[in-house]
């Protein structure tokens, strides 16, 4: 029902039908990610037709997948894994029951331990990477030689399924949780705390009227803490007596707790809520001192770096998040698993984190980047202007307070940043030069102001009667044309004189824009029209009405053969660049437009409304929408390749949509 409407919706009387369908699966897969249901969105992804893939398909792909490597697990998936201490080797608990290790360089399969009769739901290396020891559903604990790949111990005490196990510090004991069902007490959470060497029982610590799921020892060793389907975590002293309660808010969902973990500092304890959240509580007090909310479905796992900085969340909903432990602050979401994410283990150094899914894969993620979601990079002040240099190297911003801030087209980090123009003034008109060499900046200050990028000193400046709302630079390097009130002046860059006024416009110019091959201009106004004309003369050529009063941008299509005409109220149109005459309605965005921008192949218009809305210059009509910025997008640029979209907002923020995976982004930087 949902694809019929939606190929109701997006077929038009000359669309054919594989377009048609095409849209309409982008559209499902867009709705999904808005609702985080990850899971569907890639499903309506990978069901397009692979012929019909363009800029916003891959975009959503890279959105979807972005983990460093998958590694396939076979039949059944890994439900618990840890990383050895050395980090060479990932051990998995699989839902068989086998116990398997791999390499963490490449994933390949090193060996199977050996084998538990039922799922493996705990799986940790003991401190010295020598002993791994394992918890099952079968009901048995086994502490295995690495090495070797032999049984040391079976341990066999507990009588339910256990959920949990874990070596102490100094690998002398293991800490293995489950229940017990009493005929008068009914269940019971259990501890069963035991010589790791031979599985002599040393105590039993009992808590809740629940299974305890999930167990850690502190740092020190002297506390355990454990999760419990009694809506808590429990921390008990190794030597014995009542638990310290960490009581889940009652919500009004089923908070059950499915496993806990320790702050490196021993301050704090962490629990893994079905409620879809994890929580932090002091450890010595049972205090709740936060609650970590965003994950759509249960939280199954958790996982802290070596240095305490960052804890790492596995959820139900297909995603792992990464917060900020000094503030308990969200600072990543990780897409790529197709089905729930159920455990996850960072690297020894920090440097990577693992995870295993239902999905039948184990995945590798970076556990320092900051570009997890894309890259968003926040500025001083409302920002008009992103442009990618000639090379793509380089990023030149500007925005209110008249600065120009060129950064890096790799990472975004500022390079260097200079006063362009006066501070209120704002810098909203920008270009490179063809050889990336030289900027030419345009202001409410009657002055454009040409720039050595080198070392952002000023090399020229044009006066002119009054501010620049828009510039443009031939592709060729001669010409620089600025529209100034309701005329167009254009420059000679070289000599720094005006060379003529075009002066057909009735009305203030607000767009202008050189062809291809630098002899003709384009230019629209507030008069309703779009002229095109001489670059070298100023004689006009045509003149093309616009659907609404204003031209918010007109722009030559690459090959130089076509135009688009944008009014502010959001009507585009396709035009023959020989004559004017029209190509075909493309759209008309409801919430009208700001400034637009043609991908390098000439398949995709992309236009700075309330959305980023990408046309096909081909067929017409929306055929993706991407979000990225809390406010409208104002302007918005295409790198050389077509591989990136940049857009800036006066919300204050620059954003990179980026086609590459982010193992590609990673490897560009």
Request: overall charge negative.
């Amino acid at each position: 029902m949902m694809l019929a409407s939606l190929l109701l919706a997006f077929q038009g009387p000359d669309l054919p039908m594989p377009v048609a369908l095409y849209r309409a699966q982008v559209a499902a897969a867009e709705s999904a990610m808005r609702l985080d249901e990850l899971a569907v969105a890639r499903s309506w992804l990978d069901a397009t037709e692979a012929s019909q893939r363009g800029f916003e398909w891959r975009v959503h792909d890279a959105a979807l997948e972005e983990s460093l490597a998958s590694y396939a697990t076979g039949a059944t998936h890994a439900y618990t894994l840890d990383v050895s201490p050395d980090g060479g080797m990932l051990a998995l608990g699989m839902t068989d029951g086998a116990v398997a290790l791999r390499r963490t360089a490449d994933g390949v399969a090193e060996a199977e331990i050996g084998r538990h009769t039922g799922v493996v739901s705990y799986a940790r290396f003991s401190a010295d990477g020598k002993r791994l020891v394992t918890a099952s559903h079968d009901r048995t604990v086994k502490v295995w030689d690495v090495a070797a790949r032999k049984l040391l111990v079976d341990f066999t005490a507990h009588h339910n399924p256990v959920a949990g196990a874990a070596f102490s510090p100094d690998g002398a004991l293991v800490a293995s949780c489950s229940y017990e069902r009493d005929p008068k007490r009914g269940v019971y959470g259990i501890v069963h705390l035991w010589n790791a060497a031979d599985g002599t029982l040393v105590r039993t610590l009992e808590g809740g009227r629940k299974p305890v799921v999930g167990i850690e020892f502190s740092p020190d060793g002297k506390r355990l803490a454990a999760g419990s389907w009694d809506f808590c975590v429990f921390v008990w002293n190794v030597e014995g007596g009542a638990p310290i309660q960490c009581a889940m808010p009652d919500e009004g969902i089923y908070n059950g707790v499915d496993d806990a973990a320790w702050t490196a500092d021993g301050r704090f304890v962490i629990g893994a809520s079905k409620d879809r959240t994890a929580r932090v509580w002091n450890a010595a007090t049972g205090e709740l001192v936060a609650s970590l909310r965003g994950h759509t479905d249960s939280v199954h796992g958790l996982a802290l770096s070596a240095d305490g900085a960052l804890l790492s969340t596995a959820s139900g909903d297909g995603v792992m998040k990464l917060w900020n432990t000094s503030d308990w602050s969200l600072r990543a979401t990780l897409r790529g698993h197709h089905g729930n994410v159920v455990a996850c283990a960072f690297a020894p150094d920090g440097q990577r984190l693992y995870s295993s899914s239902k999905d039948r894969t184990v995945r590798v993620w970076d556990a320092t980047t900051t570009a997890y979601g894309g890259d968003r990079h926040t500025a001083v002040t409302a920002t008009y202007m992103a442009q990618y240099s000639p090379d793509d190297s380089l990023v030149a911003t500007a925005g209110w307070n008249g600065r120009i801030e060129l950064r890096s087209g790799h990472s975004m980090a500022i390079l260097r940043s200079w006063q362009a123009h006066p501070d209120g003034k704002s810098c909203h008109a920008l270009a490179w030069t063809p050889d990336g060499k030289r900027l030419v900046s345009g202001s409410w200050e009657p002055v454009l102001r040409v720039w050595n990028v080198e070392d952002g000193k000023e090399l020229a400046s044009f006066v002119q009667d009054e501010g620049t709302n828009q510039l443009a630079i031939s592709p060729d390097g001669a010409y620089v044309a600025s529209c100034a009130g309701k005329k167009v002046l254009v420059w000679d860059l070289a000599k720094g004189t005006k060379v003529h006024e075009f002066t057909g416009h009735g009305s203030t110019v607000l767009a202008v824009n050189f062809s291809p091959d630098s002899s003709l201009c384009l230019s629209g106004a507030r008069d309703g029209k779009a002229m095109v004309w001489q670059a070298a003369t100023g004689a006009p050529k045509f003149a093309v009405p616009c659907a609404d009063s204003d031209v918010a941008e007109a722009m030559f299509t690459p090959d130089g053969k076509q135009f688009v005409v944008a009014g502010r109220s959001g009507s585009l149109t396709l035009h023959d660049a020989s004559n004017g005459s029209l190509v075909r309605n493309l759209a008309r965005l409801r919430h009208g437009l700001d400034h637009i921008d043609i991908s390098p192949d000439g398949t995709r218009l992309a236009c700075a409304s309330h959305v980023i809305a990408l046309i096909d210059l081909q067929h017409g009509s929306v055929v993706g929408e991407l979000r990225p910025h809390r406010e409208h997008p104002y302007n918005l640029d295409f790198d050389s390749r077509g591989l990136r979209l940049l857009s800036c907002s006066t919300d204050k923020t620059i954003v990179v949509s980026d086609t590459r995976l982010l193992r590609d982004r990673l490897l560009a930087r």
